[in-house]
């Protein structure tokens, strides 16, 4: 099973806070990933980072930041949450090459009041 | 670009009898492909992944897809359904630059007793 941890699994929060959604991965892994997933559709990339300092913006518009400070860390930031944001947020990471498969952690299901 | 279509969005057996979600592809270099599998309120697990060696690729709990270049096809079967595989699966597929993963809108599998 892949090493990838997410926390927290569940969370429900009130419109306007700020939240911070924390995935890591102890496989050295340089590529990281972030998808939106609501129920019963399919995932939708929204961020992405190919190593420290790296991140870029995927195919769906999201206002959430994510930072790379450490490989193995890869968080989620939503400054001021809203009901829109409701949804489950999965982290994936791979290796850089070669053997590229991506490995995802539990995901995190958001509620937002 | 590539995309993924996977056929049915919902798929009913019976335990015991044999499992078969279908997923047609679109890519415009040699893709790579992937079956995950995600079970309710769980992460995305890999089933199993085609990466241009053998057509016929075998995967984890009894699952095995077959490549079709001819037909742009990436079916998923299973011999004999087990009720432990109940769930969500995701056909997705993968162009050069390997961050790029594409991913079906998924078929749910029903398994009845």
């Known amino acids: 099973e892949a090493d990838i941890y997410q926390t927290p699994r569940y969370l429900v929060i009130g419109t306007g806070k700020k939240i911070t959604l924390e995935c890591s991965q102890t496989?050295?892994?340089?590529?990281m990933y972030w998808y939106q997933q609501d129920p019963g559709m399919e995932l939708h990339l929204i961020h992405y980072?190919?190593?420290?300092?790296?991140?870029e913006k995927g195919d769906l518009s999201s206002e959430s930041t994510v930072s790379r400070i450490r490989t193995e860390h890869f968080p989620l930031t939503l400054e001021s949450a809203r009901p829109s944001h409701t949804s489950q947020y999965l982290c994936?990471?791979?290796?850089?090459?070669?053997?590229?498969?991506?490995?995802f952690g539990p995901g995190t299901r958001l509620t937002v009041l | 670009a590539q995309s993924v279509t996977q056929l049915d969005s919902h798929v009913s057996v019976s335990e015991g009898t044999p499992v078969l979600l279908r997923c047609n592809y679109s890519?415009?270099?040699?893709?790579?492909l992937f079956w995950y599998v995600q079970h309710p309120n769980k992460g995305l697990q890999l089933l199993l992944k085609y990466t241009s060696a053998a057509t016929l690729v075998k995967g984890i709990n009894g699952f095995e897809a077959e490549f079709k270049k001819s037909e742009t096809s990436f079916h998923l079967t299973k011999p004999s359904a087990h009720m432990s595989d109940a769930a969500e699966y995701f056909c997705v597929v993968s162009d050069v630059g390997y961050n790029d993963m594409r991913f079906g809108a998924g078929t749910r599998l029903t398994v009845k007793p």
């Open positions: 890519s415009s270099y040699s893709p790579s």
């Open positions: 980072s190919y190593g420290v300092n790296s991140t």
């Open positions: 994936a990471s791979s290796r850089t090459g070669g053997e590229y498969t991506q490995y």
């Open positions: 496989m050295g892994h340089d590529k």
